[in-house]
């Protein structure tokens, strides 16, 4: 991580460059001052999604959910405390697909809640249901010690 990891700004999309020793040190974003990796969860847009899924250094997971659901709704304390514990090490996102319905196309969502994982710029892992906040943190860093 000498070259820094990249990370795309939730709020206004902005690409940015940390240095990996510098994440848990509350890095902003260069434009608009958001904090970039704070270990919260954080509603985004088809677009954000799609260019962070893109450009990020660090595993992020979306959450595919809609307000009417019920296991969607039991599952957002667990994803909140999920995303507190990975703070530094991945980023959760959700994705309402009511408001968003060209997401579930995009992605070809068929239930939800819907969990997907993206790293190095596409999709790696897919996990569909409601899952506990330690369930959620394994989805997010599975893979990452086989590269470390």
Do not use: H, Y
């Not at 990996?20 to 509603?43: I, N, Q």
């Not at 990020?56 to 969607?72: I, K, Q, S």
């Not at 599952?75 to 997401?103: Q, S, Y």
């Not at 190095?120 to 990452?144: C, H, K, M, T």
């Amino acid at each position: 991580m000498a070259d820094g990891v990249k990370l795309t700004c939730l709020r206004c999309g902005q690409v940015n460059r940390v240095p990996g020793e510098r994440l848990d040190a509350a890095p902003k974003c260069g434009s608009c001052g958001e904090p970039l990796v704070d270990g919260r969860v954080t509603e985004v847009d088809l677009a954000t999604l799609e260019k962070a899924a893109r450009s990020d250094g660090l595993p992020l997971v979306a959450d595919f959910w809609a307000p009417w659901c019920g296991p969607c709704r039991a599952m957002a304390p667990e994803f909140e405390r999920a995303a507190a514990a990975l703070k530094g090490r991945a980023r959760l996102v959700k994705i309402n697909t009511e408001r968003e319905p060209a997401a579930s196309v995009r992605f070809d969502i068929r239930g939800i809640p819907t969990l997907i994982r993206f790293q190095g710029g596409r999709e790696v892992a897919r996990s569909a249901g409601a899952r506990p906040a330690q369930a959620i943190v394994q989805f997010a860093l599975e893979g990452l010690a086989q590269r470390a």
